[in-house]
C-alpha cells in the first residue's frame, strides 16, 4: 500500500508564499500522475493541480494559475507545490494524491488511488 504524507502546511498572511510536499513512501511511479486538491469548510474538494511522473506535463486550475506551481523529484518521489501570493480564498485542507492512471481526468478526483492525510493552509486578511 502506497503511503503519502504531506508537509508544509501552516498560517500565512496574504501575499505570502509557502511550500506543500509530498512524499510518497515507495518507487512505484515511473508513470501516472500526481496531483494537490484541496477542500475548504463547506465546499467539495477541488482540484488544484497535477504533474505527470514522466514527461514535463503539469496542468493547474484556473483559480492558482500564475501563482502556484508544481514539480517532483523523481529521486526523492517527492512532489512539491509552492504556492505564491496567497489569498484568503486559497485557506483549505490540501491533499495530495497518487495516481497510476495517465489520462486526461487528472482533474477528477476519483482517478486518484491513494491520498494523502491532508495539511491545512490558513491565509489571513
Known amino acids: 500500500q502506497v503511503q503519502l504524507v504531506e508537509s508544509g502546511g501552516g498560517l500565512v498572511q496574504a501575499g505570502g508564499s509557502l511550500r506543500l510536499s509530498c512524499a510518497a513512501s515507495e518507487r512505484t511511479f515511473s508513470s501516472g500522475t500526481m496531483g494537490w486538491f484541496r477542500q475548504a469548510p463547506g465546499k467539495e474538494r477541488e482540484f488544484v493541480a497535477a504533474?505527470?511522473?514522466?514527461?514535463?506535463?503539469?496542468y493547474y486550475a484556473d483559480s492558482v494559475k500564475g501563482r502556484f506551481t508544481i514539480s517532483r523529484d523523481n529521486a526523492k518521489n517527492t512532489v512539491y507545490l509552492q504556492m505564491n501570493s496567497l489569498k484568503p480564498e486559497d485557506t483549505a485542507v490540501y491533499y495530495c494524491?497518487?495516481?497510476?492512471?495517465?489520462?486526461?481526468?487528472?482533474?477528477?478526483?476519483?482517478?486518484?488511488?491513494?491520498w494523502g492525510q491532508g495539511t491545512q493552509v490558513t491565509v489571513s486578511s
Open positions: 494524491a497518487a495516481t497510476y492512471y495517465s489520462g486526461g481526468r487528472y482533474y477528477n478526483s476519483d482517478e486518484y488511488e491513494f
Open positions: 504533474v505527470r511522473w514522466s514527461g514535463a506535463s503539469t
